[in-house]
T-cell receptor, first 113, second 114 residues
């Protein structure tokens, strides 16, 4: 069975641009969460979606937005990119919103120049 | 702000030795989880221990939880080169009704020397 897939794996943007990251959860998983991991740090929670509704939001500015589609895939959008947005963006899926174990994808490495 | 703090930040041992990593947290939790990450790739779930459990085993892994001290430890026995990775503890604070927000520590970088 396919795991969590994320695209693109790497991308380079310049300050002020916008980026869209995509995530496909494991088949049967209805919850998708997004985490940001800055180099040398642990992941930080950005969003959780379940059944297409936002269930939780971390301490990130409004430049960050996300959505979940009927097939449970998800997109993370970041507008007006800053240098500090350079990070590994991780998507994780789970069966339900509070089931415990998260299954992570390999991440999208974003570099902002 | 960081909820979980791992100790040590880095650990280097010989293959075959045991590795112990510790995690401390600040507020009450629903559960605590340990994840492994190889070289900036995705995280892999290792084990989940609930707040009413004290010890859990999975293969060569042993996790303990002391809620009175707000701390947990991860023991990897008979280490192998393939165990070289960063290890993170993550606490589920149940901060958001009906949602799961994991708060990760900064991780322990484990190196197994052949």
């Amino acid at each position: 069975d396919a795991g969590v897939t994320q695209s693109p794996t790497h991308l380079i943007k310049t300050r002020g641009q916008q980026v869209t990251l995509r995530c496909s959860p494991i088949s049967g998983h209805k919850s998708v969460s997004w985490y940001q991991q800055v180099l040398g740090q642990g992941p930080q929670f950005i969003f959780q979606y379940y059944e297409k509704e936002e269930r939780g939001r971390g301490n990130f500015p409004d430049r960050f937005s996300a959505r979940q589609f009927p097939n449970y895939s998800s997109e993370l959008n970041v507008n007006a990119l800053l240098l500090g947005d350079s990070a590994l963006y991780l998507c994780a899926s789970s069966v339900g919103p509070i089931t415990g174990e998260l299954f992570f994808g390999e991440g999208s490495r974003l570099t902002v120049l | 702000s960081q909820q979980g703090e791992e100790d040590p930040q880095a650990l280097s041992i010989q293959e075959g030795e045991n590795a112990t990593m510790n995690c401390s947290y600040k507020t009450s939790i629903n559960n605590l989880q340990w994840y492994r990450q190889n070289s900036g790739r995705g995280l892999v779930h290792l084990i989940l221990i609930r707040s009413n459990e004290r010890e859990k085993h999975s293969g060569r892994l042993r996790v303990t939880l002391d809620t009175s001290k707000k701390s947990s430890s991860l023991l990897i026995t008979a280490s192998r080169a393939a165990d070289t990775a960063s290890y993170f503890c993550a606490t589920d604070l149940n901060l958001i009704q009906g949602a799961q927000k994991l708060v990760f520590g900064q991780g322990t970088r484990l190196t197994i020397n052949p």
